[in-house]
């Protein structure tokens, strides 16, 4: 882990990267069984879009295109128009990340306050990209998966067409790039069973400093 007094006050926080569609939900959700606390970044956004303000301002960014008949923020047609165009992730961005940001430092500190809580994870798709590794976290878990692999989950999971996966893509560091910052890595090509094991033999680690020897 990095050397950081993050976890003088609480347990180690541990932020899960990679590339799209690699699994972070999926080794985050097994932490969680294993006692660590979620802080979900996506979870948050969609929480963020329902903020008043922030909807005044993608209508102004992005038109009345993006809203459904209720006046609800439809993600794919954000995606889509966000994604589209060159410049228009980065007014996206600009909209969005202060208020995702800002609820994730509160989420966070709240989790290293809960009693008896063994690790922090933070799963957030951008975590590299705002620094907020630098920030918040103790160490850095990289999900390792193949392009291919990830391109057919994305597809099947979530409707994105290989178009779409290439441009969300050059919108987040190079995989090598969060790999090489990151601490630790498991490989998720195989089944879940292969995954939880994987983490079981990291866990101890992961946790370091908050379980009894």
Known sequence: MKPSGHSAT???????????????????????????????????????????????????????????????????????????????????????????????????????????????????ALLMETNLDEELCEAALFVDASGPERLKRAAAQRGISADQFARREQAQLPEEAKRRRADYVVTNTGSLEELERQLEGLWPELCRGSLQP
Do not use: M, W
């Open 10 to 124: 609480g347990p180690p926080v541990v932020g899960i990267v990679g590339g799209l569609a690699s699994g972070k939900s999926t080794v985050a959700r097994l932490l969680a069984r294993r006692g660590a606390r979620v802080v979900d970044a996506d979870q948050i956004g969609h929480q963020v879009l329902e903020l008043a303000a922030v909807k005044e301002a993608l209508r102004d960014a992005f038109g009345e295109g993006i809203f459904d008949a209720a006046g609800r923020v439809v993600h794919a047609r954000l995606a889509e128009v966000a994604f589209g165009r060159p410049g228009q992730v980065e007014r996206l961005n600009e909209i969005v990340h202060p208020p995702i940001i800002e609820e994730i430092r509160v989420q966070v500190e709240e989790c290293k306050k809960q009693e008896g809580v063994p690790l922090v994870v933070l799963d957030a």
